[in-house]
């Protein structure tokens, strides 16, 4: 007996230490669990009262004497809710959150846009060149290609790539890069034309010129890589880039003092043609190793490829705005020449001629544009003579159409619309709305909302606006200043994200403010 209580005793003891734990602990957690699991509960037991469970009381549930008690007490009511909730869509409103949702005012409504071009719609093949602009037969030794990034705007492309061609280029030279993030709606012809990322691939066909495909959409310096990277692939060591957004011409009225033409042998060159005497004089003996030549800035470029490579190419933290400044900046101060001259004239718009067809001076298609202040009506707070002005002007463009119907247009008529339409954009650029000076990235294109890879053309304009405004912030960071203006201010390559910045951030962000408005050529040498 004596040694059976001996081994009992020491296994009682653990068991009896066990039992307290398990006491203390139970007494330890039981409040915060009670607390837990009513907070948990009572949210979801008001829903069901105020669904109509009147019987199911929370008193009553904790206390278990509830006259229909759900199946497994607090445990069964918690799994019947869980089951409840995971019926419920998301967003159903149970919430109790009263939402509302609150629209934007409905777009301006444009009317729909027509078609810029009915010569190579109906007649299937392009209108003849004049003889004094057609290409050079036979063709140069030099690869002379023209790239043009499209995104949106069909018609601005259109008498882009016609003006081009117009003035003398090589439509097989002629390459369009369709960066509409579609990608192959448009080939396949699932966009319609009201779509402002309509392309119209046949069109483009019949006027002889190539259409290239980024993969997805870029943004500005993502497309001038794509650029480099085609060099790379077809052994460009040179090519031309255009905005689409210009209207190009040969000028017919240039003198003799361009020092890349033959005169002696030929009096008049085209576009083309001096652009490509450009190339052989930056390519001559004794000249500077050159990276860019401008022409009208760079609304058409001429660009040396490797010295693109080995500046390490666009930066694409710097999506649109400021992404120039850094590129043509970082080249200058790796040591390469960026000179600028004209080659013919480029004009910067953001409307299309009602009939493009006037830029191949076809008989019958007249020079003019939606908006055209000449044919507008003279405001009521006009002078006299303002109205005695506009009236002339009305009745000489109206006198000339008898002979446009039977010739065709003039160059000088010409020159003088594209000069309206430039200033019409440079007008909406200096509005209160800057947004509108960017208005012609979607034109007047509002349709295809049942299109593969519809975007909102506002909302789509709206994004850019960000984007740009989040470059300008990346450049500002980037060089510790904001504006382009960085030789005036002594900054240096080797500074890239190195200096803090000039301005007080709390006050103002990089993207707004500074020295926005400068040149980055200010203070070159």
Same mark, same amino acid.
């Given at each position: ?12 003891? @653990?068991? !009896? ?27 979801? *037991?008001?829903?069901? @009262? ?18 229909? #008690?759900?199946?497994?007490?607090? &445990? ?40 810029? +071009?009915?010569? *190579? ?55 369009? !890069? $369709? ?46 890589? +794509? ?16 905005? =689409?957004? !210009?209207?190009? =011409? ?40 050159? &990276? ?68 191949? @001076?076809? #008989? ?8 055209? #202040? ?20 009305? %009745? ?9 119907? %039977? ?13 309206? =339409? ?15 000076? @960017? ?13 593969? +890879? ?23 960071? %980037? ?12 900054? $240096? ?6 200096? $803090? ?5 709390? $006050? ?13 050529? =200010?203070?070159?040498?």
């Amino acid at each position: 007996m004596h040694m059976i209580s001996n081994r009992v005793l020491p296994t009682a003891a @653990r068991y !009896v230490s066990v039992l307290l734990a398990a006491l203390l602990v139970y007494y330890l957690i039981r409040e915060p669990f009670n607390v837990a699991v009513s907070d948990v509960l009572l949210p979801k *037991i008001e829903s069901l @009262r105020a669904a109509g469970w009147g019987r199911f009381q929370h008193d009553s549930l904790l206390a278990g004497t509830s006259e229909n #008690p759900p199946p497994g007490g607090l &445990a069964g009511a918690a799994e019947d809710i869980r089951e409840k909730d995971a019926q419920a869509p998301i967003g159903d409103g149970s919430n109790g959150v009263g939402y509302v949702k609150k629209y934007k005012p409905d777009p301006v409504p444009y009317s729909p846009i027509l078609d810029h +071009f009915a010569w *190579i719609t109906y007649a299937n093949f392009p209108p003849p060149v004049l003889e004094n602009n057609a290409p050079p037969n036979p063709r140069v030794e030099e690869a002379t290609p023209l790239l043009i990034g499209f995104t949106n705007n069909w018609p601005l492309l259109l008498q882009c790539v016609s003006s081009y061609i117009a003035a003398g280029w090589p439509p097989e030279d002629i390459h369009v !890069v $369709e960066n509409t993030g579609t990608f192959l709606a448009n080939r396949q012809q699932q966009l319609e034309i009201q779509n402002p990322f309509f392309l119209n691939h046949t069109a483009l066909g019949i006027l002889g010129v190539k259409v290239l495909a980024t993969p997805t959409l870029l943004t500005f310096s993502q497309l001038q890589n +794509f650029y480099l990277n085609l060099a790379l692939e077809h052994d460009w060591q040179y090519f031309w880039w255009s905005h =689409m957004d !210009v209207l190009a =011409m040969s000028d017919e009225d240039v003198k003799k003092n361009d020092r890349d033409h033959d005169w002696d042998h030929d009096p008049y060159a085209t576009l083309y043609e001096r652009s490509v005497g450009l190339l052989r004089y930056l390519n001559g003996p004794d000249m500077p190793p050159w &990276a860019t030549h401008f022409f009208s800035y760079d609304h058409l470029a001429l660009v040396h490829r490797d010295a693109y490579l080995e500046a390490g190419g666009w930066d694409t933290q710097i999506p649109y705005g400021a992404a120039d400044c850094d590129m043509y900046l970082r080249l200058h101060w790796a040591g390469y020449w960026q000179p600028q001259s004209e080659a013919g004239l480029v004009f910067d718009v953001d409307l299309a001629l009602d009939d493009i067809a006037a830029l191949f @001076r076809v #008989p019958g298609a007249h020079a003019a544009f939606r908006g055209d #202040p000449v044919y507008a009506e003279s405001g009521a707070g006009s002078s006299a003579t303002e109205r005695a002005h506009r009236e002339a002007e009305l %009745k000489r463009e109206q006198d000339m159409w008898p002979w446009v119907d %039977k010739e065709g247009e003039t160059f000088a008529h010409l020159v003088e619309v594209a000069s309206r =339409m430039q200033e019409h954009k440079w007008a909406s650029a200096s509005a209160p709305d800057h947004g509108a000076a @960017r208005r012609w990235q979607a034109g007047r294109q509002t349709g295809g909302r049942d299109d593969p +890879f519809y975007r909102d053309p506002d909302g789509f304009a709206a994004a850019a606006d960000i984007l740009v405004d989040a470059g300008r912030r990346v450049f500002a960071d %980037k060089w510790g200043h904001r504006g382009c203006d960085l030789l005036a201010m002594g900054i $240096e390559g080797k500074d890239a994200w190195r200096l $803090e910045r000039d301005w007080d951030v709390r $006050e103002s962000p990089g993207g707004i403010g500074g020295n926005w408005g400068k040149d980055w050529m =200010m203070g070159a040498r």
